[in-house]
Every structure is written in C-alpha cells, then in structure tokens.
C-alpha cells in the first residue's frame, strides 16, 4: 500500500514538473516580456497545459490514452519483476536484478517510440482507421506522456520505499523518462494541425492579466521602456492629483533664466565673452 501511495504523490509531481517546464520553456521562447502571475501561477498552469495535453476530437480518448500509458508502465514493472528471481523480503519489481533495469528504463521507452509505427500499421490493417485500436493508437503523445511519467515515479518509488536499486540509476532514468515526456509534449500542437484541428488552448501570446506587464496593453511607467519615445520624464499612468504640476523642461528654464549683462533673452557668443569679468593685473589675491 505504501508503494502505490508513494508512486501517486511523485508521479502528481513529476507530471507537474513536465507540464510546468514545458510551459515555461514555450513561454520564453515566445515572449520577451512577462509578469510574475504569468510565470508563478502554478496550478492555472497545469490545468492549461492539461487541457492541451488532452486536447482533439475526443478528450475522454485522450485521457484514456493517458491511462492505458500509466497502465503500460506497471505491466512492464511486473513483467521486469516476473523474470527476476526472488532473492529477498522486497517485491519482486524492486530487487536489483537486470530484468528489473531493462523494463523499468528509458531503453525500453526508446525501443517502444522505435517499434511504435509498425504497430500503428498493424492496426490500421487489421481494424482500419477508424477502428477502436487505432484511434487509440493515434493518442501516442498521452500514451507515452503517461508511460514514461509512470516509469519515472516507479524507479525512485522501488528505490526510496526499498532502497535495493541504484539511485543513481533510478535518478537519471527518471530525469530521461521526463525529458522524453516534455519532447512528446512539444510535438502536441504539431499534431493537432496533421489532424486539421485548432488547438482549444489559448496562445503563450494571449496569456495575460492585470498584473502582467508582458501583455499586448503594457504600457511602462517610464518613457525609457518606451521605444517610441526619446523623453526620460515618467510617463504616469494613474490620476494624478489637481495641484500636479509638469517638470519643468530645462531648455524653457534656461530661457527664463538671467540674461546676463547685456540684458539679451538670447546672448551671442559674444556677448557671454563680454559678461565674463576678468579681475585687474594689481589685484592682491
């Protein structure tokens, strides 16, 4: 019972993380300017990238695509502990043994991501198209998000409940299996468009709030941030108060200023020479 509790809690972690990261990863490569509620909204987030993640024709198949991945990932768990022998008081699945490695890695996944097509034509000759096999089939991208979250709870799972494995191993397995479902992830948006289907999810560039001055509206406090602008006065947005008054330009304070000697409002070189006062060759200093 503890094993199943601990491998809930890290794969609810590790599918966050992909997703999250995944976000974050569109998100900078899109956009130059975004706010701290546009990056730090975790569980809004989620249930975007979720519900992109599930997104076409039908989401109950894409959730069920989902599933038969987790469900993938324990068979190749049991199979690997089916083939171990039994050397000691742990399951089978979690003892160091190498069927154990071979079917609770990322080798497995790559040899499933290679063989996936020709199961796919298989499919398609046996039960066409439209056949309940193949449409499964056609929601890969859930199915391996699923398979290789799932593996990757389940190898720090095997080792943090009954520390017979490799950490080492189970650590970067793990940190495989999760770069292999942030890869099938980018390929969602991809996928919708071969399908001739317009993703439900709103565009990184849409993605805006009151408090996210990476929106189309931001508009910046100070002209500086303003391209269009060659003035360093801040531009303030809010009211302003009645007895607010504008700053003084520094060239219509110079013009308001002393004219000097030779009582001009615009003095010539000249004339500024002329103002200079320079002290007598008997001055005493």
Known sequence: MLDILVWVILFSIFAGIVLVVHYWYELFRRKDRYGREEILNIPQIIQD?????????????????????IALGWCLTWVG?????????????????MPNYFFQSALFVLILHLAYP???????????????????????????????????????????????????FSL???????????????????????????????DYDDYESDEMPGGSEFESDFASDDFQSDS??????????????????????????????????????EDRIADLELPDDNTDF
Request: glycine letters at 12%; one cysteine or more; aromatic letters at 8%.
């Open 81 to 97: 502990g089916f083939f171990s022998p039994d050397v000691g008081p742990e399951p089978d699945w979690a003892s160091a043994q």
């Open 49 to 69: 990238q979720l519900m992109h993640l599930t997104d076409g024709r039908d989401r109950l198949l894409q959730f069920a695509g989902i599933g038969v991945g």
């Open 172 to 202: 970067i397995n793990a940190v495989i299996c999760m770069l292999y479902a942030g890869y099938r992830l980018d390929q969602k948006q991809q996928a919708l468009e071969d399908e001739g289907l317009d993703s439900t999810y709103d």
């Open 232 to 269: 360093i006065v801040p531009q303030y947005q809010d009211d302003l108060p009645d007895d607010f008054q504008e700053p003084e330009d520094i060239q219509s304070r110079k013009s308001g200023g002393k004219s000097g000697k030779s009582g001009k409002a615009n003095p010539s070189v």
């Open 118 to 168: 020709s199961f796919r034509d298989l499919a398609r000759d046996s039960g066409g198209s439209s056949g309940v096999l193949m449409r499964l089939l056609n929601t890969e991208i859930g199915l391996f998000f699923g398979l290789t979250t799932t593996l990757a709870a389940i190898n720090l799972t095997s080792w943090g409940v009954h520390h017979q494995t490799s950490f080492l």
